[in-house]
């Protein structure tokens, strides 16, 4: 009933710059927090970034200055901008939001995520 789909991943050399998409879609009355999580290969994951609706953004200690988050809320897509990557960057990148359906039920859903890889 409602899907996240991220996209923009891929490989990408060290110092390089990739976008992150994330859409939501199906029976969505708002979308309230957003998040990118990720996870590297043998390693939990982990939180990346967050943005509430009002657009208040926290980042970890990875992520700061160097990446962006960001969301359209006509359009219910949050943005990833990651600059300056480096190969411990490379992970599945994850989207999270929580959803309240036009019942007004609400529940954090994931994407299935899109991989990033930092290499030369």
Known sequence: QVQLVESGGGLV??????????????RIFTVN???WYRQAPGKQREL????????TKNYTDAAKGRFT???DN????Q??????L???????YYCNAYIV????????????????????
């Open 13 to 26: 050399q060290p110092g390089g710059s990739l976008r992150l998409s994330c859409a939501a879609s199906g």
């Open 33 to 35: 927090g957003m998040g």
């Open 48 to 55: 990346v970034a967050t943005i509430t609706r009002a657009g």
């Open 69 to 71: 988050i960001s969301r």
């Open 74 to 77: 006509a359009n219910n897509v």
């Open 79 to 84: 943005y990833l901008q990651m600059n300056s």
């Open 86 to 92: 480096k190969p411990e960057d490379t992970a599945v």
């Open 101 to 120: 359906s036009p019942d007004y039920n609400g529940m954090y859903y994931w994407g299935k995520g899109t991989r990033v890889t930092v290499s030369s």
